[in-house]
């Protein structure tokens, strides 16, 4: 992937886990407990700032029930 479509793909998939977080109305520390990662991580994953790991796309992914 390019750069441009790193960040695309980093955008687009941090607001899905916003979205559906805040449908479920868990808190950014509820999902990041759940998943075992550092709120901070995950905060900069809702934002677009980073990707997740696989491993941690997949658990997020199952914790907030996000097809990707």
């Known amino acids: 992937m390019t750069r441009s479509k790193d960040k695309k793909f980093a955008k687009e998939t941090g607001e899905k886990f916003k979205n559906a977080r805040e449908k479920l109305e868990f808190t950014q520390e509820e999902v990041a407990d759940k998943v075992g990662m550092n709120i901070t991580n995950y905060a ?24 990707l």
């Open 44 to 67: 900069r994953i809702e934002r677009g700032e980073i990707e997740p790991s696989g491993s941690n796309l997949i658990k997020i992914s199952k914790v907030l029930k996000v097809k």
